[in-house]
């Protein structure tokens, strides 16, 4: 099983940027998918970019062109670059393990534990 760490959050103004880094450990790392989640007040956990270990990457229609995910193996880590923020942006993230499927699904296994993204308008 993977344990992941999640880091980067905070509060920013918008129109700025954020990194969100998670650390993985365990065994396979490399062959998981990773994906960004987050959550707002009041609503669903939406997924918001995932990528897979071969690195395909999948975008929530709502951060397209803003941000961005990437993986580096050899560090055991996954990054989400933010752009642009957004006040509507303002959630917990969370990344998770998992399998991508279809294109745009992801089956999560694992979870890190959030990080709280806020931005103020």
């Known amino acids: 099983q993977v344990q992941l760490v999640v880091s980067g959050g905070g509060l920013v103004q918008a129109g700025g940027s954020l990194r969100l880094s998670c650390l993985a450990s365990g065994s396979f790392f490399s062959r998981n998918a990773i994906g960004w989640f987050r959550q707002a007040p009041g609503k669903q956990r939406e997924l918001v970019a995932s990528?897979?270990?071969?690195?395909?990457?999948n975008y929530a229609d709502s951060v397209k062109g803003r941000f961005t995910i990437s993986r580096d193996n050899a560090k055991n880590t996954v990054y989400l670059q933010m752009n642009s923020l957004k006040p509507e942006d303002t959630a917990v993230y969370y990344c998770a393990a998992g399998f991508q499927y279809g294109g745009s699904s992801f089956r999560p296994s694992s979870w890190g534990q959030g990080t709280q993204v806020t931005v103020s308008s």
């Open positions: 990528i897979t270990s071969g690195g395909r990457t």
